[in-house]
């Protein structure tokens, strides 16, 4: 009876919550200086950091983003489910699988607006209010292309000074993605006066609107 007391609240702690006592840095991060060589078709990257409502919902407001689907990256099928990932006790982060065009929006802009507006690249296994490995923040490119401009990004990243603590985001090998459960795909579009949205993820999407006005699209793209 205990372990599944202790059980339960890990999970009541591991879900996208809203909290008071934390506070995120929105950062104009610097042009990429290695550009993604991308042409023809459409092309598809995933990111991860902090909860997946707000990943998403950014890119969803993205002109060229063509889909943006939360789900779990890095670990087993079996455990690919919102209990068990938001408890800590897999190997899933939290992550979007992205679909763009790159004649609209190169990668490298995209992991620009990921790292001035979603994720800050400085903390480790946390976004805001959420704490926990599957909250950590990586690029998971797919292909040489990607993976040469997201090493080169975060390299120029830890050498801009633009932010006062070492980068520790991650780049990790692309492995299955599995989609999330329904009810948290859309999720901003579908929940808008949910208190965590509007505390963590309506900012997020303000400051892209902000720092980010060519690239900002105010409809909302669903997945």
Not at 3 to 11: E, K, P, T, Y
Not at 25 to 43: Q, S, Y
Not at 101 to 122: C, H, K, N, W
Not at 156 to 173: H, L
């Amino acid at each position: 009876m205990r372990s599944l007391l202790v059980l339960a609240g890990s999970l009541a702690l591991g879900a996208c919550q809203p909290a008071a006592d934390a506070a995120e840095t929105i950062v104009a991060a610097p042009p990429a200086e290695r550009i993604a060589r991308e042409t023809g078709e459409l092309k598809t990257a995933i990111f991860a950091g902090g909860c997946f409502w707000g990943v998403e919902g950014v890119f969803s407001h993205v002109k060229g983003v063509k889909s943006a689907v939360s789900g779990y990256h890095g670990g087993a099928e079996r455990q690919a489910r919102y209990d068990l990932v938001s408890s800590g006790v897999t190997d899933h982060a939290e992550a979007v699988r992205v679909v763009y065009d790159p004649a609209v929006v190169r990668y490298d802009e995209l992991v620009r607006i990921f790292f001035s507006v979603v994720a800050d690249p400085t903390l480790k296994n946390r976004q805001g209010p959420d704490i926990g490995a599957h909250y950590r923040t990586a690029l998971i490119p797919i292909g040489a292309e990607q993976r040469a401009v997201a090493g080169a990004y975060l390299a120029q990243m830890e050498a801009s000074g633009k932010w006062s603590r070492p980068i520790v985001a991650k780049i990790e090998p692309a492995r299955t993605f599995f989609p999330a459960e329904a009810k948290h795909q859309d999720f901003l579009a579908k929940n808008p006066d949910n208190r965590y949205v509007e505390r963590w993820d309506r900012p997020k999407i303000a400051a892209l609107e902000r720092l980010y006005p060519a690239h900002y699209r105010s409809r909302f793209q669903r997945g």
